[in-house]
Every structure is written in structure tokens, then in C-alpha cells.
């Protein structure tokens, strides 16, 4: 070696860039969070002014910071990826608070309490820009203009962190339409911390229960599984010990939607579909960090939409789940990617069977007026045999029976499959079949004498007839009349 030169970053341009490491506004906050949840908060509280200046204070009862800690704690990589933490430390980086409160603002400031002594020091974008240097502003606490309401909170221990000079999010603009999207986004955000904090809020994680509100409204949890409903399956638990630290793998499947309450399947439909968000949900010591999917072993499909699997692992063993910045990625190891492969079909069978046993029961019986094919493609055709059909068939002429099988051939292939299949994604409990039905049930008997003089019935078995009355749709809802019907009718 010859020589070496000291060849110091440009913290303009350090800090510019950062900005840009692909945080949200949901995956920022949660970041946030994550240190109020090292501290100890049990309290939370997510404050969005939009006036005088756009400003997001996050506000926690946690153990708090003296003036060093604090200093400590706004210098950037501060503490090594390696350092050993308590159990509920989520933090790893040394980077979270300063990399997510700058993809969102220009300048945060924090202010601390502990042991009823107040500090607070500020980074300003602006400010390290001009210097070109790492300089941090230090606050006398008392000068800052914070409401006297948000203080308090902290008055015995706790932390305030401030985000104002917001230039991420678009404020301004015609103001309906402004507000119009704040709202969407605070939604959005709302959503994501129930979903990613869900433990926390339940109370099931290790830690103390935790409360976060939004503008002060309470975050409800979201738990992926429903696992409220009684529908819920729980299936096998497998482990998998990585360097001594046990990875659990934990399968679900959601109730059918005709099993959830209005409420939980507005919940799961409003959070994007099942199809959508089915698949592994990977938490860190209790923090869901990433959600949806299968790792490409399979792809999500119709058929294990009700499929669920919950994995979690303890951040000892970050460095085999090459966790990012933010938070938000996970890879699973080797290992786990194979322990998945051998129990996928363990895992998706209940969801699978839940899809296709209800189509097949009511479309594979043999007296179904439709077909299922599958070959190269799934297609729907009439049932040809069907004995309704058949009967009609035989009463025509030539003629009549060219011009009923073009009809046929043309439901058949104008069948709006695209239609039905998104009402069916979109709102299932909205699609129902269209009800022939009679108000008054004497109508309602017309129909089936009908049904059966047209059948030829007097030659069939009771059984039959009533199978294939059954599986017309006609008389559904009103099974018991139909039995009295058969039987009066063979009588
Ligand atoms: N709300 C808070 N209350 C108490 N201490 C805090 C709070 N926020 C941050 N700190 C302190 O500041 C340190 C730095 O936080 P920062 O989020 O930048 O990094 P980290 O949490 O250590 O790691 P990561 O980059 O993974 O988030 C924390 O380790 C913690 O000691
Ligand atoms: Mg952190």
C-alpha cells in the first residue's frame, strides 16, 4: 500500500439520495412504529395536520431519550447491523428513523422525555444541503410551537417524532380533490397498520398490547386468518431450526365466504380480494413484514385463494432472510422454500377442495342442464342429454330442431364468462342464479305438474324425477313442497 486517502461522503448527496430507497407513506410510518414498540410504548398516536403546514407527528409513551440518546439516535447507520438487541428491538440498521422520515419530509425533528427532562434536535434537509456537512440543529425544547395537548403526553417519558416541509405527498392542489386524496391515503395507511401490527394490537405478540389511533381514531387489527371465525381451519404446524432459532409454519384456510360474517367479508373484500392476498404472511418477533404469495412455487390461483400460511421467525436469523431497509422484503432460506414445497399441496388442499366441491356439486350430477369440459380449456356446454331437452327435442320438426341447436350453440358461446367471473371476484354473495320462482306457491305447483307431464314422468322412478327436479334450479328454496309434490304425484 502506498498511500491512503480519507475520502468522506457528501452528505448533500448522501441524504438526497436516501430519500429515494422506495419507502410509502404506510411503509415510512410502520418504521416509525417499529421504534416506538423498542421503547416499551404501549400508546401510540399518529397526528396528520394539514394546516397551517402539512405536518405527521408520531407520538409514543415509550421509555424516551436524554439529550445524548437522542443525538445518538438521529446519527445515521448509529448502531451496526450486528448489534445484539433486547426482544422487542425491531430495528437493525441504525437508518429507519432518519432514512423513512426523509423519504416523506425535508426536515424532522424529534423531541424526547425522560425521567421528566425535555431535548430535541432537528434535521433539516435544507440546512445539511447548504453546509454540505452532517449538522444537526439542537432545540430548545421550549421554543418549538407544539400543541400543549401533545406535550403532556410525554411529560413523564415519550417521544415525538415530526415530519413537516412534507414535498412526498401532494397536499395542495384544488382543495376537494386534495382532501379527497388525503383521505384515501390515511385510509390506506390505516389499513396497512392494522394489518402489519395486528399482533401488537390483538395483544397476541410478545410484548404489552399496544394501542395506535390515526387522527385520534383507534386502528382496529386485521387479522389475515379471520381467525375469529369459528370456519377458520387450522392446519399442521411444521418447524424448522436455522441456527438454533425454530421457524414455525402454520396453515390456515379461510371460511368460505358464505361462512363469513357480512362484516368479515367486507373486510376481506375491501382488503383487496382473497385471490389477491392468499399465500405466506412472514412475520419478524411478531411484525408482519411481507404478505401474499407463494415464492413462485405456485401461483396464486382460484382454487387456494382460501389458503393462508403464517411464518414466523425471530430476527436472530435476519441474515438468512436478507431483510431490506424498510422492512418490507423478506426471502425465505433455503430451507424454508423447501420445507413449503413439500407441504403445498398439504397447505392448498382445503382451499382446493372448498372451490371445487361446490362446483361440481351442483354441475357434475349427471341430470345437470350444463356440462363442464376441460381439455385444452375449461368450456360450459347445455347438457344435450338432458331429458327436459330430449323431450323437447322429439317434439320438434326437422326444421324446428336446426333452429333450436343454433340457439343453443349461440348461449353457449356468448356465455359472459368474463362478467360472471369478475361479479364472482368482486362480490360473490351479489352473484345468485336467477330465480324462476313463483311468488305463490299454486303457481309454483303449475310449473312442476308441467315439468313432469313434460318430462314423461309416469315412466320414471320417483328418484328420478325428483333428481332431476332438483338439479333444474327451478324449485330451490322450496325442497319440502317439491318431496309433497313427487310423492302426491305418484300416489
Ligand atoms: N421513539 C423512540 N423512542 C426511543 N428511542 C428511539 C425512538 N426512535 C428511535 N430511537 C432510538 O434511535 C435509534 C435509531 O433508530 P433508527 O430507527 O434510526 O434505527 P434502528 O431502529 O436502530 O434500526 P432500523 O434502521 O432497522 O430501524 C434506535 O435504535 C433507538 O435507540
Ligand atoms: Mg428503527
Given at each position: 500500500?502506498?498511500?491512503?486517502?480519507?475520502?468522506?461522503?457528501s452528505?448533500?448527496?448522501?441524504?438526497q439520495?436516501?430519500?429515494?430507497?422506495?419507502?410509502?407513506?404506510?411503509?415510512?410510518?410502520?418504521?416509525?412504529?417499529?421504534?416506538?414498540?423498542?421503547?416499551?410504548?404501549?400508546?401510540?398516536?399518529?397526528?396528520?395536520?394539514?394546516?397551517?403546514?402539512?405536518?405527521?407527528?408520531?407520538?409514543?409513551?415509550?421509555?424516551?431519550m436524554?439529550?445524548?440518546?437522542?443525538?445518538?439516535?438521529?446519527?445515521f447507520?448509529?448502531?451496526?447491523?450486528t448489534?445484539?438487541?433486547?426482544?422487542?428491538?425491531?430495528?437493525?440498521?441504525?437508518?429507519?428513523?432518519?432514512?423513512?422520515?426523509?423519504?416523506?419530509?425535508?426536515?424532522?425533528?424529534?423531541?424526547?422525555?425522560?425521567?421528566?427532562?425535555?431535548?430535541?434536535?432537528q434535521?433539516d434537509?435544507?440546512?445539511?444541503?447548504?453546509?454540505?456537512?452532517?449538522?444537526?440543529?439542537?432545540?430548545?425544547?421550549?421554543?418549538?410551537?407544539?400543541?400543549?395537548i401533545?406535550?403532556?403526553?410525554?411529560?413523564?417519558?415519550?417521544?415525538?417524532?415530526?415530519?413537516d416541509?412534507?414535498?412526498r405527498?401532494?397536499?395542495?392542489?384544488?382543495?376537494?380533490?386534495?382532501?379527497?386524496?388525503?383521505?384515501?391515503?390515511?385510509?390506506?395507511?390505516?389499513?396497512?397498520?392494522?394489518?402489519?401490527?395486528?399482533?401488537?394490537?390483538?395483544?397476541?405478540?410478545?410484548?404489552?398490547?399496544?394501542?395506535?389511533t390515526?387522527?385520534h381514531?383507534?386502528?382496529?387489527?386485521?387479522?389475515?386468518f379471520?381467525?375469529?371465525?369459528?370456519?377458520t381451519?387450522v392446519?399442521?404446524?411444521?418447524?424448522?431450526?436455522?441456527?438454533?432459532?425454530?421457524?414455525?409454519i402454520?396453515?390456515?384456510?379461510?371460511?368460505?365466504?358464505?361462512?363469513?360474517?357480512?362484516?368479515?367479508?367486507?373486510?376481506?373484500?375491501?382488503?383487496?380480494?382473497l385471490?389477491?392476498?392468499?399465500g405466506?404472511?412472514?412475520?419478524?418477533?411478531?411484525?408482519?413484514?411481507?404478505?401474499?404469495?407463494?415464492?413462485?412455487?405456485i401461483?396464486?390461483?382460484?382454487?387456494?385463494?382460501?389458503?393462508?400460511?403464517?411464518?414466523?421467525?425471530?430476527?436472530?436469523i435476519d441474515?438468512?432472510?436478507?431483510?431490506?431497509?424498510?422492512?418490507?422484503?423478506?426471502?425465505?432460506?433455503?430451507?424454508?422454500?423447501?420445507?413449503?414445497?413439500?407441504?403445498?399441496?398439504?397447505?392448498?388442499?382445503?382451499?382446493?377442495?372448498?372451490?371445487?366441491?361446490?362446483?361440481?356439486?351442483?354441475?357434475?350430477?349427471?341430470?345437470?342442464?350444463?356440462?363442464?369440459?376441460?381439455?385444452?380449456?375449461?368450456?360450459?356446454?347445455?347438457?344435450?342429454?338432458?331429458?327436459?331437452?330430449?323431450?323437447?327435442?322429439?317434439?320438434?320438426?326437422v326444421?324446428?330442431?336446426?333452429?333450436?341447436?343454433?340457439?343453443?350453440?349461440?348461449?353457449?358461446?356468448?356465455?359472459?364468462?368474463?362478467?360472471?367471473?369478475?361479479?364472482?371476484?368482486v362480490?360473490?354473495?351479489?352473484?345468485?342464479?336467477?330465480?324462476h320462482?313463483?311468488?305463490?306457491?299454486?303457481?309454483?305447483?303449475?310449473?312442476?305438474?308441467?315439468?313432469?307431464?313434460?318430462?314423461e314422468?309416469?315412466?320414471m322412478?320417483?328418484?328420478?324425477?325428483?333428481?332431476?327436479?332438483?338439479?333444474s334450479?327451478?324449485?330451490?328454496?322450496?325442497?319440502?313442497?317439491?318431496?309433497?309434490?313427487?310423492?302426491?304425484?305418484?300416489?
Open positions: 500500500m502506498d498511500d491512503i486517502k480519507l475520502l468522506m461522503p452528505a448533500a448527496s448522501i441524504l439520495s436516501m430519500r429515494d430507497i422506495g419507502y410509502t407513506l404506510d411503509t415510512a410510518i410502520a418504521d416509525i412504529i417499529d421504534n416506538s414498540i423498542a421503547a416499551a410504548a404501549t400508546q401510540i398516536d399518529i397526528i396528520v395536520n394539514e394546516r397551517p403546514e402539512p405536518q405527521f407527528m408520531i407520538i409514543d409513551n415509550g421509555h424516551g436524554g439529550a445524548d440518546e437522542l443525538y445518538q439516535a438521529l446519527r447507520a448509529t448502531k451496526p447491523p448489534e445484539i438487541r433486547s426482544d422487542r428491538d425491531l430495528g437493525r440498521f441504525g437508518l429507519g428513523l432518519k432514512t423513512a422520515s426523509f423519504s416523506q419530509a425535508r426536515r424532522l425533528t424529534v423531541i424526547s422525555s425522560k425521567a421528566g427532562q425535555f431535548c430535541a434536535a434535521w434537509l435544507d440546512y445539511v444541503i447548504e453546509h454540505d456537512k452532517w449538522l444537526l440543529k439542537i432545540i430548545d425544547p421550549a421554543r418549538l410551537h407544539i400543541d400543549q401533545y406535550l403532556e403526553k410525554i411529560t413523564e417519558h415519550g417521544t415525538i417524532v415530526i415530519w416541509q412534507i414535498d405527498i401532494e397536499f395542495s392542489g384544488q382543495e376537494t380533490e386534495a382532501q379527497r386524496y388525503l383521505s384515501q391515503l390515511l385510509t390506506k395507511l390505516r389499513e396497512h397498520l392494522g394489518l402489519v401490527f395486528h399482533k401488537f394490537i390483538e395483544g397476541t405478540a410478545k410484548t404489552d398490547q399496544i394501542k395506535i390515526l387522527n381514531i383507534e386502528i382496529p387489527a386485521f387479522n389475515p379471520c381467525l375469529s371465525n369459528k370456519f381451519r392446519i399442521g404446524v411444521e418447524k424448522v431450526f436455522l441456527n438454533d432459532s425454530e421457524v414455525t402454520q396453515a390456515y384456510a379461510l371460511p368460505h365466504y358464505s361462512n363469513m360474517t357480512p362484516q368479515e367479508y367486507e373486510m376481506f373484500r375491501k382488503r383487496s380480494d385471490l389477491n392476498n392468499q405466506t404472511y412472514v412475520y419478524r418477533n411478531d411484525r408482519l413484514m411481507v404478505w401474499g404469495g407463494w415464492f413462485r412455487i401461483p396464486k390461483s382460484e382454487q387456494t385463494k382460501y389458503s393462508r400460511v403464517e411464518i414466523n421467525f425471530d430476527k436472530s441474515h438468512l432472510w436478507t431483510i431490506d431497509i424498510k422492512k418490507s422484503k423478506a426471502s425465505p432460506p433455503f430451507a424454508v422454500i423447501q420445507i413449503l414445497k413439500q407441504i403445498i399441496g398439504q397447505i392448498t388442499g382445503t382451499s382446493v377442495k372448498m372451490t371445487t366441491t361446490r362446483v361440481s356439486k351442483s354441475l357434475e350430477t349427471k341430470e345437470s342442464p350444463w356440462n363442464r369440459y376441460s381439455g385444452d380449456g375449461v368450456s360450459y356446454r347445455v347438457n344435450q342429454n338432458y331429458p327436459l331437452f330430449q323431450t323437447l327435442l322429439n317434439s320438434m320438426s326444421e324446428q330442431r336446426k333452429h333450436f341447436h343454433a340457439l343453443i350453440e349461440v348461449i353457449e358461446s356468448s356465455l359472459p364468462v368474463q362478467g360472471i367471473y369478475s361479479d364472482m371476484a362480490n360473490p354473495k351479489q352473484v345468485i342464479l336467477h330465480n320462482n313463483e311468488d305463490n306457491i299454486k303457481g309454483l305447483k303449475e310449473k312442476f305438474l308441467n315439468f313432469a307431464e313434460f318430462m314422468a309416469k315412466k322412478d320417483k328418484d328420478v324425477l325428483r333428481e332431476a327436479s332438483i338439479s334450479g327451478l324449485f330451490s328454496g322450496n325442497l319440502e313442497n317439491l318431496n309433497r309434490w313427487v310423492e302426491e304425484y305418484y300416489a
